[in-house]
């Protein structure tokens, strides 16, 4: 098989990644992008900037053997439908341009029918003939990419033809190796399971937040509890950390758009809205817990460790720690910040946020602190340290880094998460 991919979106986290694999098994790959950006910088072949007049697109694609779509599908802004228009652009691009048989893979997450949708678009000037769609989702996490990649639980392979999917069989022939599984399915069945994953990990978190409100109120341990339940291979212990709820570019979003979709066909998702609805008043619910500890007034401030949606990243989209940042400022109590990576994008998204070079001087002065993500550099606090910056020794340790013991001992009142 000749080699030549191209990949729309290639810019992007998922995409960037996408690329690297690709180069790696000795593809030809070209990228176009609106924008460049820090993943990509220097390693392909790239086209960055208006997709649609870029003259180059005609010759990549008429040369490719794979184009990959891996554009962003944000939610839109009044509706919780995921923005397809990224797709839409790509797929007249497509149309105009295909010469030679060529399969088109949506890697992005795109609501059930949309691939079909981008085939139709493709048939108003190409023959169904010269060309294949399929869907064939990712899922990667941010901060563990690269090893998602290399060992992915699985790959599911939706198509129409048995030539495309032989086709992404041989693309992911070195995954035999680890004996990863294929799931080979229908367009429409690969789309359903890229959303029902993601929603289900978040109704998992869902879940067990709501289990550790019930183990404050009944003095159990949440940390215990997810342990005992884990256990039961039919449960699984992942994505039973409770905390102050989930966040970042695709739970959020993938909820909203699953269950909007099964509005769309009157379907009764009651579960999604309401792990939705949950999620987004818990980081008002955690700062009532916090105001309801003890009196802050004008004069108080908080230091809020942690602002990324998770460690090892410098994502803050649907950051619950800045959510958390912002109800405590209209409850005008300062905020002093620190985080490990993401401060640049956080001072972008709320300047009036106080920002400090470390854990230690963000503490100097403040009534409180807030572990707010879990980043390996607060694991081991020098906490004997911090009680000499600080005025009042309260930790609020929203993702159950440290045993409340051992806080407690060195006079700190410490709250945790369900314990
Ligand atoms: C998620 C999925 O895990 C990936 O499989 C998927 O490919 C990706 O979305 C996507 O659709 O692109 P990601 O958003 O990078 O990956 O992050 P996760 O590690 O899943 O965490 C999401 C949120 O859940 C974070 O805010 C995290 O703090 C929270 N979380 C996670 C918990 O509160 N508790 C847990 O036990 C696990």
């Known amino acids: 098989m000749d080699k030549n991919v191209v990949v729309f979106g290639g810019s992007g986290f998922l995409g960037s990644h996408v690329c690297d694999k690709l ?15 820090k993943f990509i910088k220097g390693k392909h072949n790239i086209v960055i900037g208006d997709i649609l007049s870029e003259e180059k697109v005609g010759k990549a694609v008429e040369n490719a053997n794979i184009v990959f779509i891996t554009v962003g599908t944000p939610s839109r802004r009044i509706e919780d439908e995921a923005d397809l228009s990224a797709i839409w652009d790509v797929s007249h691009e497509l149309a105009k341009n295909i010469k030679n048989y060529c399969v088109i893979v949506t890697k992005s997450t795109v609501p059930v029918g949309t691939t079909k949708k981008i085939k139709k678009i493709i048939e108003t000037k190409i023959s169904s003939e010269n060309f294949g769609v399929v869907s064939n989702p990712e899922f990667l996490r941010e901060g563990s990419a690269i090893n998602d990649f290399m060992r992915p639980d699985r790959v599911v392979i939706g198509t ?134 003890k009196k802050f007034d004008s004069n108080s401030s908080i230091a809020l460790l942690g602002l990324s949606f998770k460690p090892n990243t410098d994502d803050i989209r649907d950051s619950t720690s800045l959510k958390i940042a912002s109800i405590l400022q209209e409850n005008n109590i300062k905020v002093n910040c620190y985080d490990p990576v ?66 407690e001992e060195l006079g700190f009142l410490y709250y945790g998460i369900g314990k």
């Not at 790696?24 to 924008?35: A, I, L, P, R, W």
């Not at 400090?356 to 550099?377: H, K, L, P, Q, R």
């Not at 609020?396 to 880094?401: A, S, Y």
């Open 342 to 407: 993401a401060m640049v994008n956080a001072q972008q998204h709320n300047k009036t946020l106080n920002f400090f070079d470390s854990v230690y001087d963000a503490c100097e002065g403040v009534n409180a602190i807030i572990i707010g993500t879990e980043w390996n550099e607060f694991r081991a606090l020098n906490f004997t340290k911090i009680k000499e910056k600080i005025k009042d020794a309260i930790i609020f340790d929203l993702r159950n880094i440290y045993r409340p013991s051992e806080l």
């Open 160 to 293: 129409e033809s048995k030539k495309s999917e032989k086709l992404m069989r041989d693309l992911y022939r070195p995954l035999n190796l680890i004996e990863t599984p294929i799931v080979s399915t229908t367009i429409e069945t690969s789309e359903v399971i890229k959303y029902a994953s993601n929603s289900f990990l978040a109704t998992k978190i869902g879940f067990i937040n709501q289990v550790a409100d019930l183990c404050e109120a009944v003095g159990a341990n949440v940390q215990d509890v997810a342990k005992g339940m884990g256990i039961d291979k039919r449960i699984g212990a992942k994505f039973l950390h409770a905390g102050p709820g989930f966040g970042g570019s695709c739970f959020p979003k993938d909820v909203k758009a699953f269950a909007a979709t099964a509005k769309k066909f009157n379907i009764n998702f009651s579960i999604l809205d309401a792990v939705k609805s949950s999620n987004e008043k818990r980081p008002q619910m955690i700062v009532k817990k916090i105001l309801d500890t």
């Open 23 to 37: 180069m790696e098994s000795g593809y030809n790959v070209t990228v176009f992008d609106k924008n460049e950006s």
